[in-house]
Antibody, heavy 121, light 106 residues
């Protein structure tokens, strides 16, 4: 059974930092692109960042570029999102997900349960 | 970026009803359209990809259609577990984007 378990969310002040983690199991982690997707009541679901299987390619939503860094450790079946210079508008539930290729390109097939990030003073 | 507009934003229905949800893309996306179901307090779940291909285990009462810019998700004979929010997502162009969702409620 595929499992993705996020952690690291919490309350942080504007301008602060957080590091989200996601531990994967039940599939061959190093064969998948991975991604972070966030959800807010106001903006709905929003793709945030992607990383290729070997970490050699990374992509970000414009609003995260320069502030967020996605990374992975295939030896630990883990995905990370380092978030710096946080803003109120980054407040969301952050999901870790697999990111498909081929017939499943740009699809989010497996999701974690999410970790909540709240940016507030 | 491609914008997806879902309508209605919510729909009231009863067990046994048939409901049709709509998703419109701001530009043509061929058949690169997926649907997700999100139950309260849960993560989204991929239901359908490529407009009409059901994921393994998804009941046949779910069906999708459309191409280009206009798409529909139909749920026939609603079951209690179908009351949820449904999101469309385009996979045609980067970055992937989602519609705003349609809540199917009792």
């Amino acid at each position: 059974e595929v499992q993705l378990v996020e952690s690291g969310g919490g309350l942080v002040q504007p301008g602060g930092s957080l590091r989200l983690s996601c531990v994967a199991s039940g599939f061959t982690f190093n064969m998948y692109w991975m991604t972070w997707v966030r959800q807010t009541p106001g903006k709905g679901l929003e793709w945030v960042a992607n990383i290729k299987q070997d970490g050699g390619e990374k992509y970000y939503v414009d609003s995260a570029e320069g502030r967020f860094t996605i990374s992975r450790d295939n030896t630990k079946n883990s995905l990370y999102l380092q978030m710096n210079s946080l803003r109120a508008e980054d407040t969301a539930l952050y999901y870790c997900a697999t990111y498909g290729s081929g017939a499943y390109r740009r699809l989010f097939e497996n999701w974690g349960q999410g970790t909540l990030v709240t940016v507030s003073s | 970026d491609i914008q997806l507009t879902q309508s209605p934003s919510s729909v009231s229905a009863s067990v046994g009803d048939r409901v049709t949800l709509t998703c419109r893309a701001s530009q043509g996306i061929s058949t690169w359209l997926a649907w997700y179901q999100q139950r309260p307090g849960k993560a989204p779940k991929l239901l359908i990809h490529a407009v009409s291909i059901l994921q393994s285990g998804v009941p046949s009462r779910f069906s999708g259609s459309g191409s280009g810019t206009d798409f529909t998700l139909t749920i026939s004979d609603l079951e209690p577990e179908d009351f949820a929010t449904y999101y469309c997502q385009q996979a045609s162009r980067f970055p992937p984007s989602f519609g705003g969702g349609t809540k199917v409620e009792i």
